[in-house]
């Protein structure tokens, strides 16, 4: 199964749904879609999920394809998925600005996700994905709270 991941922004990310539709795979795909409102019956569709549920279909998913929020990456990663991240980009009205570029590519440079720029093959990406060898992503978020808790005193 491959779970979408477009976030719960207030701006639509049709662009990625419509790469989606166009492939000709045969998986089972679950789209978290926001906002968006591009639809098709070819997959299964979810505006939000609760935590639970969220974190239960990235546990089920083979693949993770996602917008470039660090919290939805970093979710996946945090259950060794793999993940093809795709950037919202300001010319589409998908985003403020194109900081999602530099997220991605602070990811992929460190070889933890593969990206999916406008120019790239969505399915081809797909494909190659099943064989990569990805590093593991390990947060260091318990070392930040150690070091925030030190500062105040706590």
């Given amino acids: 199964m491959i779970f979408v991941i477009l ?3 207030d701006k639509k990310f049709n662009r ?25 019956d ?8 609760d935590k639970d549920s969220f974190d239960d279909y990235i546990k ?4 993770i ?15 060794r998925k793999k993940v093809i991240a795709v950037p919202r980009l300001k010319k589409y009205q998908e985003h403020q600005n194109d900081h999602q570029l530099d997220i991605v590519d602070n990811f992929y440079l460190r070889n ?14 797909i494909t190659k994905i099943k064989t990569h060898q ?14 925030l808790n030190n500062y105040l005193g706590l």
């Avoid at 990625?16 to 591009?38: A, F, P, R, T």
């Avoid at 394809?65 to 259950?79: E, K, P, W």
């Avoid at 990805?134 to 070091?147: G, P, R, T």
């Fill in 42 to 49: 070819k997959v299964k569709y979810f505006k939000y999920l």
């Fill in 134 to 147: 990805f590093e593991n992503f390990n947060s260091n978020n318990d070392h930040f709270v150690s070091k």
């Fill in 7 to 9: 976030g719960t922004q």
């Fill in 65 to 79: 394809i996602t917008h470039g929020g660090v919290g939805s990456i970093m979710s996946a990663l945090s259950y």
């Fill in 60 to 63: 089920k998913a083979d693949l």
């Fill in 16 to 40: 990625l749904i419509q790469m989606i539709l166009k492939l000709d795979i045969d998986e089972e795909i679950v789209i978290q879609s926001g906002c968006s409102d591009v639809f098709s």
């Fill in 112 to 125: 933890y996700i593969f990206k999916c720029n406008e120019e790239d093959d969505l399915k081809l990406l």
